[in-house]
């Protein structure tokens, strides 16, 4: 899945391909936030992590959980 996040007052944001599912990011990113965390931590697919500061989060962008698809289109 993949996760996108606007950071506050920079025009990039962070990508990043996720295996966790979407109910589990967001439920990380929620605590995060709401409980006064000063960083989200987040683990790609190939084990890079991503520490972020709450208070520079603008918005999380959750992708669906949808599979490559391999191959032509005819």
């Known amino acids: 899945m993949e996760v996108r996040i606007g950071i506050k007052d920079s025009p990039r944001e962070l990508t990043l391909e996720t295996d966790q599912a979407a109910a589990d990011v967001r439920k990380l990113v929620e605590e995060a936030i709401s409980g006064d965390a000063p960083l989200v931590a987040l683990t790609d697919a190939k ?22 698809k391999v191959g032509f289109i005819s």
Do not use: K
């Open 47 to 68: 084990g890079n992590q991503f520490l972020i500061a709450t208070r520079s989060i603008a918005y999380v962008e959750l992708g669906g959980e949808t599979t490559r």
